[in-house]
C-alpha cells in the first residue's frame, strides 16, 4: 500500500503544472473605448515565424472581437508583442527516513534528481498613437512541456493553445466598444 501512495503522489506530482498567470494593466486616466483603430507598431521580433504568426492572429482576433479595426494609416492605437523562452533547472533532494522503509522497498532510486522547467512568456503592449504613451498591457506566463526543440513546426503546435489561451484571458479585461 505505502508503494502505492509513493508512486501515486510522484505521477501526480509530474504531471502538476502551474496554470497560466495573466496580469493586465490599464493608464487609469485614459478612457480605452474611445479608440477605435490600431496597427502593428514595429517589425516582429526574432523567433519562430510560425509562433509569431500565431500570437499576431490571436492578438488581431482579440481586437477584432472587442470592436477594433486595423488599419495601416492613422491609427488611434499601435499593438507590439514581446515573447520569450527561458529555461531553469529545478532540482529534488528527497528526503528519507526509517518510516518509509529503503529505496529497494519503495522502488525509488535516493539520491538527488534534476529536470528542466520551461517558462513562455508574453507580453502584449498598446500605446496612444499621438501620445506614443503605453495605455495598456497584459503579460501572461505559462508552464511549457518543453523548450524549443528546433523544429518549428512542432514548436509552434506545442505552444498554440496556450497562446490563444493566453490572449483569451487578457483582452477579457479590456473594454468592448460599442
Known amino acids: 500500500m505505502r508503494k502505492l501512495i509513493v508512486v501515486l503522489i510522484i505521477v501526480i506530482g509530474a504531471g502538476w503544472a502551474p496554470a497560466q498567470k495573466v496580469k493586465v494593466s490599464a493608464d487609469p486616466n485614459v478612457d480605452l473605448s474611445r479608440f ?21 492572429e490571436a492578438i488581431d482576433q482579440a481586437m477584432a472581437a472587442k470592436g477594433l479595426t486595423k488599419v495601416e494609416n492613422e491609427p488611434d492605437i499601435t499593438v507590439i508583442f514581446f515573447a520569450a523562452t527561458d529555461t531553469n533547472i529545478q532540482i529534488g533532494y528527497p528526503s528519507w527516513s526509517n518510516s518509509m522503509g529503503t529505496a529497494r522497498s519503495t522502488g525509488i532510486a535516493v539520491g538527488s534528481q534534476s529536470w528542466p522547467v520551461t517558462k513562455g512568456s508574453l507580453v502584449v503592449d498598446i500605446a496612444d498613437a499621438k501620445t506614443k504613451g503605453n495605455v495598456w498591457r497584459g503579460s501572461a506566463t505559462h508552464m511549457l512541456k518543453h523548450g524549443p526543440t528546433g523544429d ?27
Open 36 to 56: 477605435k483603430t490600431y496597427k502593428w507598431d514595429t517589425p516582429l521580433p526574432p523567433g519562430n515565424p510560425i509562433v509569431q504568426q500565431a500570437i499576431v
Open 152 to 178: 518549428l513546426s512542432k514548436d509552434a503546435k506545442t505552444v498554440e493553445e496556450p497562446i490563444k489561451k493566453s490572449v483569451e484571458k487578457m483582452f477579457k479585461q479590456f473594454p468592448r466598444l460599442h
